[in-house]
C-alpha cells in the first residue's frame, strides 16, 4: 500500500472506502499487524456488522491474525459494544470488529482494542500497529487457532441488572437494518417496554436508511412515534455505538448538548463530586451544567477512544460527545448505544413526566449545525492549524487539543477541526445571541473556504 493511501489509519480506527482503500489483501496484513502488536500466544475477539463487504474482510483479518501465532475467539455478527465486552467479560487479550461504524455502506474498517477494552488509537498502540503494518515486521510462528462463540446471553445478563424500570413504556425502535436488529427488540423487552420496531430487517447495504441516524435520516422513526402515540423514539447506528432519540412529540433530541445533561444529573444524583467526560464540540452549558449539579467538567478530544480512555484513566462516571456517543463506567466506560437507550427510558419511566418535557428541561444557547467542508486528509489538519495561529493573532482565546475552538471575550464560540473519520474540516458556532452565533458561523467557513482554496 503507498503512503498516500495510509490514510485509512486514522486517530482512533482503521476505516476506509471496500475495493480502494480497504481489500481483503489489506485486511490480512492488517490482523497480521494487530496480531503482531498483541502478541503471539494471545487470544482475540473477532466481530462485524452487517456490511456486504464483512464476512470477507472478517475472514482475511482472522487469517492474518493466526498466520502470527494468536488464537480467535470469532463471536459472529454483533455490536461493536459487545466485542468491547466480550474482551472484559472474558479475559481477553484483545478484540476487533469489522465496521466503519456510522459511515456510509461503501465504507468498511476496523475498530480494534487491547486487553481491557482499551482503544487502539494515537497514543494507545495505532502508531505501533501501522509501523508494524508499513514495515510487514510480522512475528512468525505456528497458527493460532479459532474458535466460535455465541456472546448474547452473557451480554444480556450483564446489561439487564443494571436497568431498574418503574413502569413500561411505549418505545419504537429504528436498528436501521444494522447490527441492532439481532439484538435491540429482545433487550428492551426484557427490560419491561412495549416495542415497536422499523428498519428492523439486517441490510448490508442500508437501503432503508442510512447508517447514520442523523436528522434527516429517521423522519421515518419520527412519524412512526407520533402515529403509535409512544413515549419515546430510539435510532441506532450500524455497529450500535451512537444512538439518537425522538420525544414523545416527534421531534428529534439534537445531540449530547441535550443527552448528556440528562444523564450527567442522573449519574451525579448518585455520585456526588463525580467527573464527567464531553468533548470539545459540546456547548458551553454542558461545563455549566455539570459544575452546577456539583460535577467535576472533563473536557476531552472528539472520538470514542479519547473519551472512554479519558472515562477510565479518570475514574468519571459518565461521558459523552455532542455526537450521541455516550460512555457508561457501569459497563466498563463502553460508548453502547444499546445501554444508552435503556438507560435514558429508565430516566423516562422514574419521572412523572414526558421525555418532551425533560427535553425542554434543557436549557440551550443557540447553537449552528456542524457544516463539513471537503479538505483532502493530508492537508486537513494542517489547514486547522494554520486557521488558529490567524485567530490567535486577531486575539481570540484558543482551545486546541481537537482542532481550534475560538472564543471571543464574551465566551461565544467557533469551532474549526478536522474530522477524524472523513476527508472534511468540520465548522460550528454557539453565542448568547442568535446574530452572533450566526456571524461566528459565517466568519469560520469563510477562513476555511479560504485556507482550502489556496
Not at 346 to 372: G, N, Q, W
Request: with cysteine.
Amino acid at each position: 500500500m503507498s503512503n498516500d493511501n495510509m490514510k485509512i489509519f486514522r486517530a482512533y480506527d482503521v476505516r476506509g472506502v471496500y475495493g480502494k482503500d480497504i481489500t481483503e489483501e489489506t485486511a490480512e496484513l492488517i490482523g497480521k499487524a494487530f496480531g503482531t502488536f498483541i502478541g503471539s500466544g494471545k487470544t482475540i475477539a473477532v466481530s462485524r456488522d452487517f456490511r456486504n463487504s464483512g464476512e470477507s474482510l472478517k475472514k482475511n483479518f482472522i487469517s492474518g491474525i493466526i498466520s502470527v501465532g494468536c488464537n480467535v475467539i470469532d463471536i459472529g455478527t454483533t455490536t461493536t459494544p459487545m466485542m468491547y465486552f466480550a474482551v472484559r467479560k472474558y479475559g481477553l487479550d484483545g478484540g476487533v470488529s469489522v465496521t466503519a461504524s456510522h459511515n456510509p455502506a461503501e465504507w468498511n474498517g476496523f475498530k480494534m482494542t487491547r486487553e481491557g477494552g482499551i482503544l487502539c488509537s494515537e497514543g494507545f498502540g495505532m502508531e505501533e500497529i501501522k509501523n508494524i503494518f508499513l514495515k510487514r515486521d510480522f512475528n512468525e510462528g505456528e497458527n493460532g487457532e479459532v474458535e466460535k462463540k455465541e456472546i448474547t446471553s452473557d451480554y444480556e445478563e450483564f446489561i439487564l441488572p443494571k436497568i431498574i424500570n418503574q413502569r413500561k413504556l411505549k418505545i419504537v425502535l429504528d436498528p436501521g437494518n444494522g447490527a441492532a436488529c439481532f439484538i435491540a427488540e429482545d433487550l428492551f423487552r426484557k427490560a419491561g417496554h412495549q416495542i415497536v420496531v422499523i428498519n428492523g430487517e439486517p441490510d448490508g447495504s442500508f437501503s432503508s436508511r442510512p447508517s447514520d441516524p442523523s436528522e434527516e435520516n429517521v423522519s421515518k422513526l419520527r412519524e412512526t412515534v407520533l402515529k403509535e402515540k409512544a413515549d419515546l423514539g430510539i435510532a441506532f447506528d450500524g455497529d450500535v455505538d451512537r444512538v439518537a432519540f425522538v420525544d414523545d412529540t416527534g421531534k428529534y433530541v439534537p445531540s449530547g448538548n441535550i443527552t448528556i445533561p440528562i444523564l450527567s444529573e442522573y449519574y451525579l444524583n448518585r455520585n456526588k463530586n463525580g467527573k464527567i467526560v464531553f468533548d470539545i464540540c459540546c456547548s458551553s452549558f454542558v461545563e455549566e451544567f455539570i459544575k452546577k449539579h456539583e460535577g467535576k467538567p472533563v473536557p476531552s478530544k472528539v472520538g470514542h477512544s479519547f473519551i472512554m480512555n479519558t472515562l477510565i484513566t479518570e475514574g468519571a462516571v459518565f461521558g459523552g460527545e455532542y455526537s450521541n456517543h455516550l460512555y457508561f463506567s457501569e459497563i466498563f466506560g463502553f460508548d453502547d448505544a444499546l445501554f444508552a437507550g435503556l438507560k435514558m427510558a429508565e430516566i423516562v419511566a422514574s419521572k412523572d413526566k414526558k421525555f418532551s418535557d425533560i427535553v425542554a428541561e434543557i436549557p440551550r444557547y443557540p447553537a449552528s449545525k456542524v457544516e463539513e467542508i471537503l479538505c483532502d486528509d493530508n492537508e486537513k489538519f494542517e489547514a486547522v492549524r494554520r486557521i488558529g495561529e490567524k485567530l490567535k493573532k486577531e486575539g481570540y482565546k484558543i482551545i486546541d487539543i481537537d482542532g481550534v475552538k475560538a472564543f471571543d471575550k464574551n465566551g461565544d464560540w467557533m469551532l474549526i477541526r478536522g474530522s477524524n473519520t472523513l476527508p472534511v474540516i468540520k465548522i460550528n458556532s454557539e453565542a448568547r445571541r442568535e446574530d452572533r452565533m450566526t456571524e461566528l458561523f459565517e466568519y469560520a467557513k469563510n477562513m476555511v473556504k479560504s485556507e482550502v482554496s489556496t
